[in-house]
Structures are given as structure tokens and as C-alpha cells.
């Protein structure tokens, strides 16, 4: 049987000891979307450490296999969910597609990669979930060209009230193996992080837009 805690703290702890993670809430990243935010996330670097791409690649699986049982094509979301979305297609046996961001600018035009069938239970892949925006076009890909998406996975999600609610309105299910509440409660319990520093990284997933302006 799944366990979702003792999952959620084993990946963080995998994340911070790779530096798949990092935390820094005394000297902020910038985001792209303009954010000043205490944590950089980029799960592609677990693709380097076997151990690691095995644990993930075989949560993500047993996730599946136990809540979306009926589901007969993975997808991966463009770019960093396609490998991902490979490893558990091949360990659940099951057919593997992606969905591109945007449709491709020559040849066929396609914006869904690999062969698929109209009616097809679809669980998406992805690796991390912020707004959950690009994620969920990946979704509305997949039903307009016919399929049935009855869920999404991914290795790590932040908690955004915004994405939340965008997975609800989209009525998608979305389980992702580790959580940024998980990932605080493990950095201070493996001391990458201090006493002092935890209310403060709990200040911006309340509000990251205007937090350290």
C-alpha cells in the first residue's frame, strides 16, 4: 500500500541531498515570472542518480497502479516530463506519449508526440507543479484529441491555493509524490535549514507573488 507520508519525506530528502533543491531563504532566487522566492526546484537533475530515478520512477508507478488503475497510455509534459513520463510507462508497460507546449511548427503540426487512440485513459507526467498552467494545457490537449485523462502525477508540487484551484476547475486529479510543507518539516529535520528560517519560507507559499519585495 502506498504511503503517502513516509513517500513525501523520502523524496524531499532525496531532493535536498542532490541539490535538486535548493533552499536559500536569507538570499532569494528570481523566478522567470518575476518571484523572488527562498527555493529552486529542477527535478531533471534526479536523472543523474540512479538510486534516486529508481525510487521516483517506482512511486510514481505504484501512485498509478493504485489510483488510476484503468489507465492505458502515459503522457509526459514537455520537457522535463517526458523522461519521467518514459521510465513509468516502461515500468508500468503501457504506451508513452507527450505533449509539447505548442504545437510544432512544421511537418504534421503536432502538438501530442507518439501514438495514441481516441477513448484512451490517460495519466499525465509530470515533475513539478507550480501555478499548474502548463500543465494543465497538456490536459486540454490530450481531450481535445479524444482521450480521457483521469489524472496527473508529478514528483514535487509547491501548494499554490492558485494551482489547487485551476486542478479543481479542470476537474483533474492530481497526486504528486512529495510537497513543499513535507520538504520544510525534512530540511529542518536533515539541518539544511534552521529553526528561524521556517516561517519564513512559510510567508512566501502564502503569498510568493509579493513576498521579499
Known amino acids: 500500500m502506498f504511503n503517502t507520508r513516509e513517500t513525501s519525506l ?6 535536498l541531498q542532490i541539490k535538486a533543491i535548493k533552499l536559500q531563504p536569507q538570499k532569494p532566487f528570481t523566478w522567470a515570472s518575476g518571484w523572488n522566492s527562498p527555493i529552486y526546484c529542477d527535478n531533471r537533475i534526479t536523472l ?118 485551476n486542478f479543481k476547475n479542470a476537474n483533474c486529479k492530481l497526486i504528486s509524490l512529495s510537497n513543499y510543507d513535507d520538504l520544510i518539516d525534512q530540511a529542518l529535520e536533515s539541518s539544511f535549514i534552521n529553526a528561524n528560517d521556517v516561517e519564513l519560507l512559510k510567508s512566501w507559499r502564502a503569498d510568493p507573488a509579493k513576498w521579499n519585495k
Request: charged share 20%; aromatic share 8%; with cysteine.
Open 10 to 15: 523520502k523524496v524531499a530528502e532525496f531532493l
Open 48 to 165: 543523474s542518480y540512479p538510486p534516486v530515478r529508481t525510487y521516483i520512477r517506482q512511486r510514481l508507478a505504484e501512485v498509478i497502479h493504485e489510483e488510476f488503475a484503468s489507465a492505458n497510455l502515459i503522457a509526459g509534459v514537455a520537457t522535463a516530463g517526458i523522461p519521467q513520463g518514459v521510465l513509468v510507462a516502461q515500468e508500468l508497460g503501457l504506451p508513452f506519449a507527450y505533449v509539447r507546449s505548442a504545437p510544432k511548427d512544421h511537418g504534421m503540426n503536432n502538438m501530442i508526440e507518439g501514438e495514441m487512440k481516441e477513448g484512451q485513459k490517460v495519466v499525465v507526467v509530470e515533475d513539478l507543479i507550480s501555478t499548474g498552467n502548463s500543465s494543465l494545457k497538456a490536459v486540454e490537449a490530450l481531450r481535445a484529441a479524444g482521450c480521457e485523462v483521469i489524472g496527473m502525477v508529478s514528483i514535487f508540487t509547491y501548494g499554490f491555493d492558485v494551482a489547487n484551484q
